[in-house]
């Protein structure tokens, strides 16, 4: 048995004459290779159906289906295609090696062959094989590790929104890759009220879904953790902002990694709401009667540089006024257009009518239809609440 240049792999030939078939099946086996053998196109494609095969040596002209038509159908067929194919045939002509290679061939060799000749074209074609199969199993445990991120990730956002009698709460959370930089959060603070967070870790990808555990770790931990008695709404954004801001500026500074946040805390009977924004998008305040206001920012975004200063916003939510927070990839959501923008969003916002879990729905609506299929740019995420009753009238 001669050496191979390739580990032996398992080659099909198809070629109604038996002579080729015992041919061409001799000088692969000698190769060291399987090889299995049928007479024609028909059979061929039941047995790629059965059985795995890692080279296929086609004849050209057969009777019934031909060769042409049995590569067209294998390159067709995404469990098949990529099965390297190297055509036989007695034809020398351009014409038939130009159609060939155009149908998705590797190879094209002319009855009669070198044997030299074949065994090196079937060894190339192996390795391309092999380098093929070797790309797909690290794309799949790539794809498992990015599964295995994607639901510890899924871990760090809250399992269910608080129940807050009188207010109407809806989120959405859309990552563009397998993780995503976004996140938001909602929990009940030591005081009572609801703490939310709305937040946009700079970059895309791993890098940036690492630091979001990192910033929403650092946000919930420090809003979290049991207050001095009497100490406000303010005390605690203020002291949210800057540990987290001084923490991932002195100890993670050479990363370069920031984030824009909003956090705000709520009182849910007041309709009060204490905040700050930290350089991101301005969350908007839409009222039944057609008002629209934004807050604003109050300092810079988390983590660029050590002891940065924060001040504290405060408004109201009256009856039937709905509060939006989003990330930027909502209003820099890519069409044929351009960027989706804050005119479309504000427009997706005319009608309030309905539950906020309704008016997000539209809000996608409207993305999904301005990208037209499009892949997405960056992570989407919104959070939304709605003043549905006053407390008295509980």
């Given amino acids: 048995m001669n050496a191979t240049a390739v580990a032996p792999a398992r080659a099909l030939v198809v070629d109604d004459n038996e002579m080729n078939r015992d041919v061409l099946s001799r000088r692969l086996q000698r190769s060291g290779h399987a090889v299995e053998v049928v007479d024609s196109g028909e059979r061929a494609l039941a047995r790629l159906k059965l059985q795995n095969f890692d080279l296929i040596l086609l004849d050209v002209m057969m009777p019934g289906i031909d060769g042409y038509e049995v590569l067209a159908r294998l390159k067709q067929d995404p469990a098949l295609r990529h099965i390297p194919v190297i055509m036989i045939s007695a034809l020398g002509e ?6 060939c290679l155009a149908l998705g061939a590797d190879d094209y060799l002319t009855k009669p062959f070198n044997p030299l000749i074949l ?10 094989k092999r380098m093929h199969d070797g790309e797909m199993r690290h794309l799949q445990s790539m794809e498992r590790e990015f599964e295995i991120g994607r639901a510890i990730q899924a871990g ?10 009188g207010w109407d709460v809806a989120v959405r ?20 009220g609801i703490f939310i967070v709305v937040a946009d870790v700079c970059d895309k990808g791993v890098g940036a879904a690492l630091y979001m555990a990192l910033f929403r770790t650092l946000i919930r931990a420090t ?13 605690i954004l203020l002291a949210t902002a800057t540990l987290t801001n001084d923490y991932i500026a002195r100890i993670h500074g050479r990363a370069n990694m920031f984030a824009t946040a909003f956090l705000g805390i709520l009182d849910a009977r007041t309709g009060s709401l204490m905040y700050v924004n930290a350089g991101h998008d301005p969350p908007l305040i839409a009222s039944a009667e057609g008002g629209r206001r934004r807050l604003g920012l109050t300092g810079p975004a988390l983590g660029l540089l050590a002891e940065q200063r924060f001040t504290v916003g405060m408004t109201h939510l009256g009856v039937g006024d709905l509060l939006l927070g ?14 989706f ?13 309905g539950s906020s879990d309704r008016m997000l729905q539209r809000i996608e609506a409207a993305l999904d239809a301005f990208g037209d299929g499009a892949e997405a740019s960056d992570d989407i995420t919104m959070v939304a609440l709605r003043r549905t009753a006053a407390a008295r009238a509980l």
Avoid: H
Wanted: with cysteine; hydrophobic share 45%; charged share 20%.
């Fill in 326 to 339: 989003y990330t930027d990839g909502v209003v820099e959501s890519v069409g044929i257009e351009g960027a």
């Fill in 119 to 128: 065994q090196a074209r079937v060894d190339a074609c192996l390795i391309k």
């Fill in 94 to 99: 351009t014409e038939s090696v130009v159609r």
């Fill in 223 to 235: 809003a979290s953790q049991p207050f001095p008695e009497g100490t406000d709404a303010t005390a």
């Fill in 341 to 353: 923008g804050e005119a479309r969003l504000l427009e997706a916002l005319l009608d309030l009518q």
């Fill in 173 to 192: 959370f859309r990552p563009a890759r397998q993780v995503a930089g976004d996140f938001y959060d909602l929990f009940a603070t030591q005081s009572g």
């Fill in 156 to 165: 760090f956002l809250p399992e269910s929104l608080p129940a807050m009698a």
